[in-house]
């Protein structure tokens, strides 16, 4: 008998993907910033160990950076090159795209400020707008990690309306129990 088995493929992997040089991250020892190239090789190694799925994380150079996180809506982002590039030389890998607009906000809070102020549904207006773009260029699921009101349904109606309902919306208390 036992009580918990763990296994790759129980496993989601998390990887911070950046249009400059493989770095480490120091603050997390074991973890590096991959470009899309190593990203795709290091992929295939996972999915090669029973690993189902890779979560997606940018790094964005501050030159994209603006208080409104217009970088989250370019289709040519980093997120969605990553996708396109996994999704072709990874197939079945599952792809999770993380919502969230704080990676590309010039200020770093996770929804669009009007006189120091996040406003809501402007900010919920844009995650959806974002869940659908990266559903588009290949996200099999996007995990909204913002805390905005209402996003899960915004996201839902722009994902259903595009006539891509089986998109999944993770959840991110989800992510933060695996």
């Not at 599952?94 to 996040?118: E, N, Q, W």
């Not at 959806?128 to 909204?144: D, E």
Request: aromatic share 4%; with cysteine; glycine share 10%.
């Amino acid at each position: 008998m036992r009580e918990v088995r763990l296994a790759p493929q129980d496993l989601i992997w998390p990887v911070f993907v950046t249009d400059g040089p493989r770095e480490a991250v120091p603050a997390m020892p074991g973890v590096e910033r991959l470009p899309i190239p190593d990203l795709v090789e290091e992929a295939k190694r996972a999915q090669g160990l029973g690993i189902p799925a890779v979560a997606l994380f940018p790094v964005v150079p501050p030159g994209l950076k603006d208080d409104a996180g217009s970088e989250a809506l370019n289709p040519d982002n980093l997120i969605c090159r990553a996708i396109r590039a996994l999704a072709a030389a990874v197939p079945g890998l599952g792809l999770i795209a993380d919502v969230a607009l704080d990676p590309y906000t010039a200020h770093g809070h996770d929804g669009v400020l009007r006189g120091g102020v996040v406003v809501n549904d402007e900010s919920v207006e844009v995650l959806a707008r974002q869940a659908l773009l990266l559903a588009r260029a290949g996200a099999g699921a996007v995990a909204p990690s913002d805390m905005m009101d209402g996003r899960v349904a915004a996201m839902r109606a722009a994902l259903e309306g595009a006539g891509l309902p089986d998109t999944l919306i993770i959840s991110y208390a989800a992510k933060y129990a695996s």
